[in-house]
């Protein structure tokens, strides 16, 4: 099976590079240099659109938002039998179906982590998507993290979770390298630590399972040093200032496209 993948950025890079092995992949991006990256890293490359459109069966959309809707409609009289896979954000199915007639399309949200192939994916299907077709789509896409399938009406939330939530991780890691600075580590050394914590703290949470909560109270003894340092995230809103920071991130992407 052939993947075509139109807009070799950021994600378009991502995705071609973590199911390389799994299916063949052909990419096309409007810029020759981006062409040329695919081209080197030994990807095979579409000069045009047509000849992308005729030579795959899947289409992966990985454009900008702004630029999704006028390149839908280019192509949509071309869509006969294929799938549409779109990971724009804030672009709904039924946007995706009224700008590009396909009944075939699987909307995805990833995040940044695809480059480490250790995304987290949320991903809905469009009516007309036979049960076999998503069944080797998820088997595919497994490939490039963690997938959640999840009815739309979510997925504005998923965004600010997922999508976005890895700013609010490197903000986090930042923060505790900063801290560090403060009392007298280097900056490489006190980042270093930081995501040491953080990456051992999840990998624990993960293998071990529980809720974080009851992690907390194993690491706070009764009047220790943990504690101290707690009463201070909560004085400050700590839990409540990220729930916000969800919140307002949700809206936006209400409002997207
Ligand atoms: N980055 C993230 O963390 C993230 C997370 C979730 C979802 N997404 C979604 O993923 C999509 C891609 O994001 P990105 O960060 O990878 O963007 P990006 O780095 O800007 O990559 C998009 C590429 O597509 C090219 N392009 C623009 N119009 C095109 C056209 N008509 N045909 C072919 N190529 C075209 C762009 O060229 P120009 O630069 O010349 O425009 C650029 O090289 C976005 O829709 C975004 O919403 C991104």
């Not at 809707?69 to 039924?94: D, Q, R, Y």
């Not at 995040?111 to 595919?140: D, P, Q, R, S, W």
Request: aromatic share 8%.
């Amino acid at each position: 099976m052939n993947v075509g993948i139109i807009g070799y950025g950021n994600m378009g890079e991502s995705f071609a590079k973590a199911l390389r092995d799994k299916v063949q992949i052909v990419v096309y991006d409007i810029k020759e240099e981006r062409r040329n990256k695919a081209l080197e890293e030994g990807f095979g490359v579409a000069n045009d659109l047509e000849f992308l459109l005729s030579s795959c069966d899947w289409l992966l959309l990985a454009v900008k938002p702004k630029d999704a809707p006028s390149l839908l409609e280019s192509i949509s009289s071309k869509m006969e039998g294929k799938l549409l896979i779109s990971i724009v954000a804030g672009l709904s199915l039924s946007k995706i179906k009224s700008l590009c007639k396909s009944s075939r399309a699987v909307r995805v949200m990833p995040n940044i982590n695809a480059l480490v192939g250790m995304a987290t994916m949320a991903c809905v299907f469009a009516e007309g998507v036979e049960e076999e077709e998503k069944k080797k789509f998820k088997e595919l896409f497994s490939h490039c993290g963690s997938l959640y399938e999840l009815q739309e009406d979510t997925f504005d939330t998923f965004t600010a979770l997922a999508g976005s939530g890895p700013a609010f991780v490197f903000k986090f890691v930042h923060a505790l390298a900063l801290a560090g600075v403060m009392e007298g580590f280097s900056y490489d050394t006190a980042k270093s630590i930081a995501l040491d914590v953080v990456v051992g703290s999840c990998e624990l949470l993960k293998r071990l399972g529980g809720n974080p909560e009851e992690w907390i109270t194993k690491v706070a003894s009764p009047g220790g040093t943990t504690i101290e340092g707690l009463k201070v995230l909560e004085e400050k809103a700590f839990v409540g200032t990220l729930m916000e920071c969800v919140r307002k991130t949700s809206e936006k992407a209400r409002k997207l496209v």
